[in-house]
């Protein structure tokens, strides 16, 4: 069975750092491009970065030069760095595989992992 | 911001047909496939249909998609009470290089 699961959420104060982790099983990492979607409470989904099967990586502005994706195939783990918090970046975060070849083909999700951030 | 606009929400009794809409530009739907999410209350989304029209196995029937220039839309046909959530269009943006979502439709069986 396909499963992603991510892990590293919590409550942090704005500035601070954390680092997500999505843990895939039942299909292997190193074939897929990968991304990572938020959804600030009470709010609708948000791409904020993928990273392909070469380690080329996109984000969305509002988090350039703060976060960062990263993927270590042999652990079949998916990473967010996310350093410079702030408040607005309080939201549940998704792993997403990307199936076939569209980027927003999202097949399967994680459950998603809460981040807290306080100001 | 999200950059494809749906209605906010979208409502019928059982048995009737629903229809979303999702409005984009030609960056986004009018140069790239879309894809449609369905996201039940307190879980995380899951795809209903891929590249425009097709649905993945295990979604039923009753949900079709379609895109016309640069919009989308989502039927629901035969709607039941269990197709209550939020439904969301997706697609790449050439011109941001980046995923885009649609706003969000809330779909409630009256």
């Known amino acids: 069975e396909v499963q992603l699961v991510e892990s590293g959420g919590g409550l942090v104060q704005s500035g601070g750092s954390l680092r997500l982790s999505c843990t895939v099983s039942?299909?292997?990492?190193?074939?897929?491009?990968m991304n990572w979607v938020r959804q600030a409470p009470g709010k609708g989904l948000e791409w904020i970065s993928y990273i392909s099967v070469s380690s080329s990586t996109i984000y969305v502005d509002s988090v350039k030069g703060r976060f960062t994706i990263s993927r270590d195939n042999a652990k079949n783990s998916l990473y967010l760095q996310m350093n410079s918090l702030r408040a607005e970046d309080t939201a549940v975060y998704y792993c997403?595989?990307?199936?076939?070849?569209?980027?927003?083909?999202?097949?399967?999700w994680g459950q998603g992992t809460l981040v807290t951030v306080s100001s | 911001q999200s950059v494809l606009t749906q209605p906010p929400s979208a409502s019928g009794t059982p048995g009737q047909r629903v229809t979303i809409s999702c409005s984009g530009s030609?960056?986004?739907?009018?140069?790239?496939?879309v894809n449609w999410y369905q996201q039940l209350p307190g879980t995380a989304p899951k795809i209903l249909i891929y590249?425009?029209?097709q649905r993945p196995s295990g979604v039923p029937d009753r949900f079709s998609g379609s895109k016309s220039g640069t919009s989308a839309s989502l039927a629901i046909s035969g709607l039941q009470s269990e197709d209550e959530a939020d439904y969301y269009c997706?697609?790449?943006?050439?011109?941001?290089?980046?995923?885009?979502f649609g706003t969000g439709t809330k779909v409630t069986v009256l």
């Open positions: 030609s960056s986004n739907i009018g140069s790239n496939p």
């Open positions: 590249s425009n029209n």
């Open positions: 039942g299909f292997p990492l190193s074939s897929h491009s």
């Open positions: 997706a697609a790449w943006d050439d011109s941001l290089n980046g995923g885009v």
């Open positions: 997403a595989r990307v199936s076939g070849g569209d980027r927003t083909r999202f097949d399967p």
